[in-house]
């Protein structure tokens, strides 16, 4: 039967897992835990082709678990009941160490499945996702696991793993191996941080290849071809989601609109529409924000349009809204009026609400004294002085008008009626 190169050559320690040094490396924690024998509940999170699944059987191995595999965008909860059957009997007489893949396919009521026996003990769960788990992992798994996040494969890395593969390929087909300079290179580059990928493509090279005289020239023609489509691939999965959301919004508050292009290009490319419409949302309310407030309707609108419409389609009203977003007048100064805010309500600060802001039913109701709240709509341009912020914080300022024509108005707007310089 068929056996993938990447499968046959699959890491059998950690000491043969490329990448990853941070947490597997020499005083990484993951490789004291593993060291150490007591496994917690984890989630490992990162591209595909990284040795996520390596890892988990690694542990399951070294650990002397019953391993149990599942996907879970084909799993249900019967599967997992099976598991369970499991528990306690000479099938599993340690536990059971089940590694759960692509968990983020698994609904809140499969997930809570899992809760009462991760929590016993019985079974280690280590799941992965390509997701950010933050956002797709229900909290009570969350709180339960710990979170290790496997980063892309340096191209450096990729190439030591393209060696091994054409050395054990020479040994299985007593071949020698004539790679055209910079054909390996290539395929480093090309697989976009994924091992799985750079396997394959070096295996479909030894079987496209016409040898001679018992050496099989691999050329950077070939490359090129058998990675023409993984390269493509790997911009969709092998970058980073989450760097590259960060690029995008970076490049329109840097006021880039070709960068802008580019990124979003990128993220249409590899499929994340919806990815794409919610940050270009956070892009319009947190870095154009007030200087140019009719921005959220207009960006709303373009996202709404785009998820009608569907892809091709969907990109022109996505590239209006980052081009105009791009080339907008910027302001964070509400963000930067909240974070300010949240930074003292989480040293504890705030107390009691001022009485004349407290509801007044509960006044009116129990015949106690009047709060003295002055009705702004009653007085000239509907402003009158009175303290809103709690006692403690009465003097605190966390709003400071931007740089920009809007605010700059609304500034001698009010500096006017306040009789404010």
């Given at each position: 039967m068929y056996q993938p190169l990447a499968d046959l050559l699959r890491p059998e320690t950690l000491e043969e897992v490329y990448g990853q040094e941070h947490i597997?490396?020499?005083?990484?924690?993951?490789?004291?835990?593993?060291?150490?024998?007591?496994?917690?509940?984890?989630?490992?999170?990162?591209?595909?082709?990284?040795?996520?699944?390596?890892?988990?059987?690694?542990?399951?191995?070294?650990?002397?678990?019953?391993?149990?595999?599942?996907?879970?965008?084909?799993?249900?909860?019967?599967?997992?009941?099976?598991?369970?059957?499991?528990?306690?009997?000479?099938?599993?007489?340690?536990?059971?160490?089940?590694?759960?893949?692509?968990?983020?396919?698994?609904?809140?009521?499969?997930?809570?499945?899992?809760?009462?026996?991760?929590?016993?003990?019985?079974?280690?769960?280590?799941?992965?996702?390509?997701?950010?788990?933050?956002?797709?992992?229900?909290?009570?798994?969350?709180?339960?696991?710990?979170?290790?996040?496997?980063?892309?494969?340096?191209?450096?890395?990729?190439?030591?793993?393209?060696?091994?593969?054409?050395?054990?390929?020479?040994?299985?087909?007593?071949?020698?191996?004539?790679?055209?300079?910079?054909?390996?290179?290539?395929?480093?580059?090309?697989?976009?941080?994924?091992?799985?990928?750079?396997?394959?493509?070096?295996?479909?090279?030894?079987?496209?290849?016409?040898?001679?005289?018992?050496?099989?020239?691999?050329?950077?023609?070939?490359?090129?071809t058998v990675t023409q489509k993984s390269a493509l691939r790997a911009d969709r999965d092998g970058d980073n989601f989450y760097d590259l959301l960060s690029a995008l919004q970076k490049s329109i508050r840097g006021s880039d609109p070709d960068a802008a292009c580019h990124y979003l290009a990128r993220l249409l490319e590899a499929g994340q529409l919806q990815g794409a419409c919610r940050r270009l949302m956070v892009i319009a309310a947190e870095d154009v924000g007030l200087a140019y407030p009719m921005i959220l309707p207009i960006v709303k609108s373009c996202v709404d349009m785009a998820l009608m419409l569907g892809m091709p389609e969907a990109r022109i009203p996505l590239v209006d809204a980052a081009v105009l977003m791009a080339t907008s007048p910027k302001s964070n100064s509400a963000y930067m009026a909240l974070a300010a805010a949240t930074e003292d309500i989480q040293k504890g600060l705030g107390g009691d609400f001022p009485r004349h802001l407290q509801n007044m039913h509960a006044d009116t109701y129990t015949m106690e004294r009047e709060q003295g709240y002055q009705y702004?709509?009653?007085?000239?341009?509907?402003?009158?002085?009175?303290?809103?912020?709690?006692?403690?914080?009465?003097?605190?300022?966390?709003?400071?008008?931007?740089?920009?024509?809007?605010?700059?108005?609304?500034?001698q707007y009010w500096d006017a009626v306040k009789g404010e310089k």
């Open positions: 597997l490396g020499k005083g990484g924690i993951l490789r004291r835990i593993v060291d150490s024998g007591k496994i917690p509940n984890m989630i490992f999170y990162g591209p595909s082709g990284t040795g996520k699944t390596t890892v988990a059987q690694i542990i399951a191995k070294q650990t002397n678990r019953t391993l149990y595999q599942l996907n879970a965008t084909t799993a249900s909860t019967a599967d997992i009941k099976n598991i369970v059957a499991q528990l306690d009997t000479l099938m599993a007489p340690n536990g059971v160490l089940l590694y759960l893949d692509e968990i983020q396919s698994f609904n809140k009521k499969q997930q809570q499945s899992l809760l009462e026996h991760i929590e016993n003990g019985k079974i280690t769960l280590i799941a992965s996702t390509t997701e950010n788990p933050y956002f797709y992992v229900f909290n009570a798994i969350l709180s339960r696991s710990t979170v290790f996040e496997f980063k892309q494969i340096s191209s450096d890395a990729a190439l030591k793993a393209i060696y091994r593969a054409v050395e054990f390929l020479e040994n299985r087909t007593a071949l020698t191996a004539q790679p055209e300079d910079g054909a390996l290179e290539y395929i480093a580059g090309a697989c976009g941080g994924d091992i799985r990928k750079a396997m394959n493509a070096v295996e479909v090279l030894f079987s496209a290849g016409q040898p001679v005289d018992g050496k099989l020239p691999l050329t950077l023609e070939d490359a090129k702004p709509h009653n007085y000239p341009n509907h402003w009158v002085r009175q303290q809103y912020l709690p006692d403690e914080l009465k003097d605190a300022k966390y709003y400071a008008y931007g740089p920009n024509k809007v605010e700059q108005a609304a500034k």
